[in-house]
């Protein structure tokens, strides 16, 4: 079973060189950490900034510079800045290729839901019903199961959407794994130690399992 | 050249009164009108609906006016940082309605481009499409369902700048950027505070980002506290 870090440092192998990239907050913003040396990419945030870097050392921090999550950051040499119509401009006409996301529920149709839980929970969707309904190539990083112990990976959403038909890939704690296009979760990797049976039992919505699985290579 | 300075935030937001539409700049704290919303807060005008990103925190930038309880309605993306935002929505006396953010931008944009409407795929088929007309258009080879959504129509748009001249010109500082421009853009009437306020040809006409056209009032504002909503280091 992964933790959190294992989860992005498997995502973090979906990261192709020369790919323009947007993390969402949470387990994705940890995938920044494990790109490997030689792979070049450019993190995009969405309130405006190509080329995002680490945070700044103690005591450098701008105020004028923050991320999405409205933390601290930094500029790498050959970043950008531009306005949220901009940013939002080159999200929508798919010059950003991949996002990868959090997720309270996943659909075995590639619907997402991850910004409200009527009665409890009412953040807003921030970016990410921009995000979802235009990227090509979507990953979501998230927990197999919730916290009651409910599986997140579902025949139907139950929570209120956020876009339909766009998953791509999903990566949990258990399994790595693909959203067919005529619908289904389709296994392709077990976490270290899990077995096919344990995902099948954590997954509601229609696994599809062919042949063998693989136990994932992370390191 | 015309002259668009005004002496200072009173003055600047003297004229929005009750029940307007306001546009306010700013990501979560980050390029926040901080000295026009002390204004804000210091005249009274009630029943506000304010057009952000964000809703400030709860002892900053717009959480400031829904502590004086002077907003009756917030459109915004994100609300997750404002207890008493939360407080006030669930107990119904805010009303919110929240759209996803590219779509919060565009719709600026296209008020400040002189389009009624922008078309896009942002929300289809979540709650957010509910009562909006869609569109399937093919595009780039993809045959996709859009939504139509209207540009805002604003009494006023406030935004920071960094740095302004009295033509109204505006420069803005790294990601403090962020709604400022198009909201500037898109205002009946827009109020730009600027950090330093400059003499006429002291700005170079290839970096400006908002032409003066775009701007009615503007003032160099004072006491910037610039609130860091969170403070991410590494050490050295």
């Not at chain 1, 916290?147 to 890939?169: F, H, M, Q, W, Y």
């Not at chain 2, 407080?87 to 931008?105: D, F, K, N």
Request: glycine share 10%; proline share 4%; net charge negative.
């Amino acid at each position: 079973m992964l933790d959190k870090n294992g989860i992005a440092k498997r995502i973090a192998k979906e990261v192709k060189d020369g790919m323009y990239v947007n993390l969402g907050i949470g387990i994705p913003t940890l995938v920044a950490n494990f790109i490997p040396d030689g792979v070049n990419v450019v993190l995009q945030s969405e309130n405006g900034i190509l080329g995002m870097g680490p945070f700044p050392i103690e005591g450098e921090e701008d105020a004028d510079l923050i991320n999405a999550g409205k933390q601290t950051v930094t500029l790498l040499k050959g970043s950008s800045v531009f306005d949220s119509a901009m940013s939002f401009g080159m999200i929508r006409s798919q010059k950003v290729n991949l996002t990868i996301l959090g997720a309270m529920e996943v659909s075995e149709n590639g619907d997402i839901a991850n910004w409200k839980i009527p009665g409890k929970m009412v953040k807003g969707m921030g970016g990410a019903m921009d995000l979802v309904a235009s990227a090509k190539n979507i990953i979501v990083a998230m927990q197999h199961v919730n916290k009651a112990g409910e599986s997140k990976l579902l025949p139907n959403c139950d929570l209120p959407l956020t876009g339909i038909r766009c998953v791509k890939k999903i990566v949990t704690e258990l399994a790595v794994l693909d959203i067919l296009p005529e619908g289904g979760f389709r296994l392709l990797e077990r976490a270290p130690g899990v077995s096919v049976e344990q995902i099948k039992n954590a997954t509601l919505g229609k696994l599809i399992i062919e042949g063998e699985i693989p136990e994932m290579i992370i390191d | 050249m015309i002259n668009r300075v005004v002496k200072n935030a009173e003055e600047a937001v003297k004229d929005i009164t009750d029940n307007m539409t306001l546009l306010v700049g700013g990501f979560g704290l980050c390029g926040i009108p901080e000295n026009c919303i002390s204004a804000l807060v210091k005249k009274g005008s009630k029943n506000l609906t304010c057009v952000s990103n964000n809703a400030g925190v709860d002892d900053f930038g717009l959480g400031l006016l829904l502590q004086s309880k002077q907003i009756k309605k917030m459109i915004s993306s994100y609300v997750g940082e404002n207890a008493e935002f939360e407080r006030q929505m669930l107990s119904g006396e805010l009303e919110v309605e929240l759209i996803p953010q590219g779509t919060l931008a565009t719709r600026c944009m296209a008020a400040g481009y002189g389009m009624p409407v922008i078309y896009t795929p942002a929300g289809v088929g979540t709650e957010v499409a509910i009562g909006k007309e869609t569109r399937t258009f093919t595009y780039n080879g993809e045959t996709k369902e859009y939504l139509m959504e209207h540009a805002f129509e604003a009494d006023f748009a406030i935004v920071k700048a960094w740095k302004g001249d009295s033509a109204g010109n505006l420069i803005f500082r790294s990601t403090a950027r962020n709604f400022n421009p198009m909201m500037a853009m898109a205002g009946k009437i827009t109020i730009a505070e600027v950090e330093e306020l400059v003499e006429l040809g002291e700005l170079d006409p290839d970096q400006i980002h908002t032409p003066g056209i775009y701007v009615h009032r503007i003032f160099q504002g004072e006491n910037y506290e610039k609130r860091i909503e969170q403070v991410t280091v590494r050490k050295k």
